[in-house]
């Protein structure tokens, strides 16, 4: 069966007309081949499929193929930390009344302080929703002095031969966004510390007692950096904690150098290393102050599941 002739007619139109069952088609004669039988237009549209078919095949080989050698962190999804820190800090400053305070640095021998700190922390994929960690820090440290003089909360003063021992439990409930996760990291947050203990004093020779009650919880600026060295394992992080109010600061930051190695396929041990301060800056608070610091060594072992 011949078409009709149609003067705009090209070599695609009998392409199309074949494969509507069309025999023979013809062309202007302007054109450099004016006539194409079946077997030409047949040829034609075959390779045209198979061109076709093939760049099928490769699109699909190369997707599959970037899909299967793009490495998949199990961050990206889910990960668990966990790590544990034996502190021994120095206790030095002052506590009590702003004129008749102990002066812990000079007045009492330094006694020994120890802290485990213990944490655990949960990362997502999720973008909205924060990442969580919590993180107890218990601080006890006990000291003497043969020739102390002062008061804490202001009811007795104490003088001579005095006991003392500061008893803080921290407890930290922290939400925090990544806002750089690769060879530099950078996590940013909101932290609700819960602090239980006290500060209290005894003169050996009446068994006087005087405290001071550190029961408080107050929000705190959550900040956390580190910075991997390129094929080394190693890396260089700093962690804190900071709130400021009035004449009141605390502070608690770390910085630490870190060593990380495969333990098992999917869990990585760290070792850590670093320094540890708290301050307690308190102005006025239940008509006692304090310029205390806790500062000293760490040392610690994590988990990444």
Aim: charged residues 15%; negative net charge.
């Amino acid at each position: 069966m011949k078409h009709p002739r149609i003067n705009k007619r090209s070599f695609d139109d009998c392409v199309i007309w074949h494969n509507n069952g069309i025999s023979d088609c013809t062309l202007p004669a302007s054109s450099v081949e004016n006539r194409y039988t079946m077997a030409e237009i047949t040829n034609y549209s075959d390779s045209f499929r198979r061109v076709c078919a093939r760049l099928t095949t490769v699109g699909f080989a190369t997707a599959l193929a970037a899909t299967t050698m793009t490495p998949v962190s199990a961050d990206t999804i889910f990960g668990l930390y966990a790590g544990a820190n034996l502190w021994q800090p120095e206790f030095n400053g002052t506590i009590g009344q702003s004129e008749n305070n102990f002066d812990f640095s000079s007045e009492f021998s330094q006694g020994d302080a120890d802290s485990t700190s213990l944490y655990v922390a949960v990362e997502h994929f999720l973008p909205l929703l924060p990442n969580a960690m919590v993180r107890s820090t218990p601080v006890n440290w006990t000291g003497n002095s043969d020739a102390a003089s002062g008061t804490l909360g202001g009811l007795v003063t104490l003088n001579g031969n005095v006991d003392a021992v500061v008893d803080i439990d921290m407890t930290d409930f922290t939400l925090y966004y990544e806002i750089l996760d690769n060879w530099v990291s950078l996590d940013v947050g909101l932290t609700v510390r819960n602090m239980d203990g006290q500060v209290s004093a005894t003169e050996t020779s009446t068994n006087l007692t005087d405290a001071v009650d550190l029961g408080t919880t107050i929000p705190m600026l959550y900040g956390h950096a580190r910075f991997d060295l390129p094929f080394s394992g190693l890396a260089l992080g700093v962690r804190g904690n900071a709130i400021g109010y009035q004449e009141s600061n605390l502070l608690d930051v770390e910085a630490y150098l870190h060593l990380e190695v495969d333990l098992l396929p999917a869990i990585d041990l760290g070792i850590q290393g670093g320094i540890r301060r708290l301050s307690l800056d308190i102005d006025d608070l239940d008509n006692w102050n304090s310029d205390a610091t806790f500062d000293g060594a760490y040392v610690g072992l994590t988990l990444h599941f």
